[in-house]
């Protein structure tokens, strides 16, 4: 009743205010659908309607039209174009942070050069920052699978993540060898170890190497065939499907090359059951199109760093207004399939407040980035970091409350 109310309230504001049409008839279809909705909902009580499949289909349609309607307000109140133009070109108009000759030639290590900073070097190249998240999605993953009565043991769990940061580290080296010179071009990873000659080619190739070699005897001794199998496609996924194929190539790289952050739920999963099941898929599936809404944000952030590099990501080839547009569609998407997960698992109030919640937190931060001067460029860019961090901390929390339902409670 109070949310009907609210709708209804909302719906009279906008035809008595200056609104745009769009707004208007996305409120007026919304609060139709949601009494359609009700009386699905009211009928199923008195057994009439059988299915509650189609209250819950209602109640994603009202959410679809909301959320239409708010990117058409966002849209029609931004002060001007957000984006006179997109950044392609083989130059850009952007000068170049550095050539191949530009980058200094190898110094030759003392002595005294430390084991630390050696090992830290190569921490680096494994991409740590990655880490904590896709393991948070693997432990979720294992959770879902005890949800279902699988038993759950210690071995299983500390093998799996080490066998999985292993593997997350050869992936990311394997980026660090495949995009060497790319990353020389641009800003944000000028400074990687192989583009600034830290570590050699040939080393780092080797490193990936044995990481991956690791990886794979730590999941067949501990875990099993399926999660050793699993393991190595998101590698081959994400070091070269995603970054030597889609990355350079398409503007659907970030939608595609999605897959390979996913994996881990199906890793988790498979490594307490010995299957996949349907929760794991759903998850998998809220964490592919989350990535499209997470990742927009930090192409916004460098887009002119993408353009240098000739990376066709969506802001460069088609500007800031379709990405934020498509930022608000696969978040839409995101929240939509996480709802469905939540019905099938049958997970309770923890689970809906922490989606609820930290949604909205992550909708509000897309909806603040029109707010700011579109020809500061600084501006622009911390609007979009505080969405890309409003993605983390919301996929984050969604994962922390799934380990709580499952395992907790």
């Known amino acids: 009743v109070a949310v009907g109310g609210l709708l209804a309230t909302t719906a009279l504001l906008a035809q008595y ?14 609060v139709i659908t949601y009494v359609a909705q009700a009386g699905v909902g009211l009928a199923g009580r008195t057994n009439v309607v059988p299915f509650d499949g189609v209250h819950l289909l209602g109640g994603i349609a009202v959410f679809s039209f909301l959320l239409a309607t708010l990117v058409i307000r966002v849209e029609t109140t931004a002060g001007g174009p957000v984006d006179s133009g997109t950044l392609n070109g083989p130059n850009h108009g952007v000068t170049p942070i550095a050539s191949d000759g530009d980058v200094p030639s190898p110094v030759s290590e003392p002595g005294s050069t430390r084991v630390r900073d050696r090992m ?14 896709l393991c948070l999605l693997a432990l979720a993953g294992m959770g879902l699978a005890v949800a279902t009565g699988a038993e759950l043991d210690g071995v299983t769990v500390v093998a799996t993540l080490g066998g999985g940061v292993l593997g997350i580290g050869a992936a990311g080296t394997f980026n660090h060898v495949f995009e060497r010179d790319i990353d020389r071009k641009m800003r944000r990873t000028a400074d990687r170890p192989i583009a600034t000659d830290r570590v050699g080619v040939r080393r780092a190739t080797g490193f990936a190497v044995a990481l991956v ?27 070269y499907v995603y970054t030597v194929v889609l990355k350079p190539t398409t503007r659907w790289n970030t939608v595609i090359g999605g897959g390979s952050g996913a994996l881990p739920a199906l890793i988790g999963y498979g490594a307490v059951t010995g299957t996949v099941g349907l929760s794991a898929v759903l998850l998998a599936l809220v964490v592919c199109c989350w990535t499209p809404a997470h990742f927009y944000n930090l192409a916004i952030a460098h887009r002119e760093d993408y353009a240098r590099a000739e990376y066709p990501m969506l802001p460069v080839v088609a500007g800031v207004r379709t990405a934020r547009q498509r930022i608000f569609a696969w978040l839409g998407l995101t929240l939509i399939v996480a709802v469905l997960l939540g019905v099938i698992t049958g997970f309770g109030v923890l689970y809906a407040l922490t989606t609820t919640v930290l949604g909205a937190v992550f909708v509000r931060s897309v909806v603040k980035q029109y707010d700011v001067n579109e020809r500061n460029s600084e501006d622009e860019q911390a609007a979009a970091y505080r969405s890309f961090h409003a993605s983390n901390a919301f996929l984050g929390a969604v994962l922390v409350a799934i380990l709580v339902e499952t395992l907790a409670v």
Not at 17 to 30: D, E, F, L, N, P
Not at 120 to 133: F, N, Q, S, V
Not at 215 to 232: P, Y
């Open 120 to 133: 830290r070097t190569y921490l680096e190249l494994t991409k740590p920052r990655l880490m904590w998240l």
């Open 17 to 30: 205010s200056a609104a745009s049409r769009g707004v208007r008839v996305g409120t007026i279809v919304a």
């Open 213 to 239: 070699v690791a990886s794979m005897a730590v999941m067949v001794t501990f875990v099993n065939a399926l999660a050793a199998v699993l393991t190595v496609a998101a590698i081959i996924y994400y070091a």
